[in-house]
């Protein structure tokens, strides 16, 4: 007899990877220059060329059997030394590198975080819309999760979030700049909801975590910039990913911060490594650690995703297509035309066009356009959008 639950979540792929598997297939029909993919999150600007330089210079000048070699569980101790560093460089933070966990990834580390914290029966809290995967982690944690509508503006219903927490409540998750809006929230919003927490805290007598998932902390256009969510609340956990910042998605690495405002936070460490090793991490990749330590003070190219938001934004305004302004990350929301976002994106797979319905992020009506991609991709797709625009009669 095998896991149900396993067996299920390994038979449905997410909306995001069905799509994106369907668009291989198709470009293999149709050829790939005919197909607007803007199903996946895959960085479409090259890792900086420091990485290729780090990768050969670690190759040919450290012993392999070293640098190939199982690290401490947590990470090497050079290489959390070096992340810790960064952070306090930049964020005036306090880290020590006792405080820092390398992980394959955010996907890892939000997984390790909640099974760090969740025992069966937890409620974890999730700020829609929001990444889908969550919700497999958190499950798998043993918690159950409930959603937090959004405002108008994308930023949380406090007074829902409000009535949402319970004694339950063991942790809520917060990913700015967001996906699928490109949203960043507001230091205000962040504020409130630290307020929030803070008093229910003191009410039930336990800790509620803020799991902070961070992959797109770098990838940000305008003046807002995203807050540093320990410096409002002690009791939070920093998920970090170097796949979307160094454009290295496929290489697993990113970190956990575990900062010592966290009540008892020695002990969250401990449970952060007890999580780790529960899950079978081991360590994270030993060659990738390194790279990200010489590497962590890099910024990705942001001009590519400029000069794509860009041309998105003014092509979808001028055809009549309502969407949140994105602030961050590489991602736009799209507003359907049309109550049903699922029929909205078949409709507009008719014209090549792959957009993720909202869905599956927790929220109806919207679809996500995924615009890491090339400049040339969006330009020859406006005439696509131009004629679903012209099936529900927007623009005229
Ligand atoms: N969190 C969010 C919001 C994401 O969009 C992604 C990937 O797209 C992840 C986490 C997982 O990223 P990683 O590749 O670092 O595991």
Redesign the pocket.
Known sequence: MLSEKMVEIGRKRSAIRELFEYGKARAAEIGAENVFDFSI?NPSVPAPKEVAETIAELLLSRDSLALHGYTSAQGDMGVRKSIADSLNRRYGADFDMDEIYMT???????SICLNAVCVPGDEVLLLAPF?P?YKVFAEKAGAVVRAVPPLGDMSPDMEAMAELISEKTKAVII?SP??PTGAIYSRGCLSAVAELLSARQREYGHAIYIIS?E??RELVYGERKPCFIPGLYGNTFI?Y????SLSM?GE?I?YIAVPRSMEDSRTAYAAVCGAGRALGYVCAPSLFQYVAAACCDLSPDLQAYIRNRELLCTGLRELGFEFVEPDG?FYLFLKSPEEDAEAFCMRARKHELLLVPSDSFGVGGYARVSYCVSAETITRSMSAFAALAGEYGLGG
């Open positions: 999150g394959c990834g955010a996907a890892a580390g939000l990444f995967e990913n967001n996906n998932d992959p797109y998920c990913s170097f796949s979307k998605p697993r990113g990350a």
